[in-house]
């Protein structure tokens, strides 16, 4: 005997069982033996409809998820940099370097009201998300451009107030554009 899966139609859910099944050996035309599974009433499951089970792929398949993927990774992979080299870029215009943990700061604080303010004017349905999104990702790219072009505390404290809210802006809406579209 072994033991496979069997599920059994219900109202709107599949209800998975153990059933044995009988193995049955037989010759093929070539004299080599092989194992053949006993019939069974019900409709059978395998490894992969458990594994289906407890991870949808169906996500995989749809287009918008794949677009909304893509954007965050490749977001993710440039937006950090921009903190990361911004001690060094610091130093290399002249500046002090207790000036790059306010400028750090002032990046934090203007994330957070970027989160918040755009948190209010989405509410607002005014525009449509993708488009704020969209704009967001572009605006936050364009202000870490921006930065590698300033030498003075006033401009590189400017395009990181701007990236702080861009890049907040566009965080916040990742979890809005999935609810809305998936």
């Not at 870029?89 to 002032?106: C, I, K």
Request: net charge negative.
């Amino acid at each position: 005997f072994i033991y496979i899966f069997v599920g059994e139609e219900g109202n709107t859910r599949k209800k998975f069982t153990m059933r044995p099944v009988v193995m049955e050996e037989e010759e093929d035309e070539e004299g080599v033996e092989a194992v053949k599974e006993g019939t069974v009433d019900k409709q059978e499951f395998g490894v992969m409809a458990v594994i289906n089970k407890y991870i949808n792929l169906s996500l995989v398949e749809n287009p918008v998820f794949l677009v909304l993927a893509g954007s965050v990774m490749l977001m993710a992979v440039g937006v950090p940099h921009c903190l990361f080299f911004l001690p060094s870029h610091v130093e290399t215009v002249g500046l002090p370097p207790s000036d790059a943990s306010l400028l750090l700061s002032v990046s934090a604080i203007f994330d957070l009201t970027g989160r918040i303010a755009f948190g209010f004017f989405l509410d607002l349905n005014l525009v449509p998300k993708y488009v704020c999104y969209s704009g967001m990702m572009l605006l936050s790219g364009l202000s870490a451009i921006l930065l590698a072009a300033s030498s003075s505390f006033l401009s590189i404290a400017t395009c990181m107030a701007l990236y702080g809210i861009r890049s907040g802006g566009w965080f916040l809406m990742v979890p809005l554009l999935l609810a809305e579209h998936l």
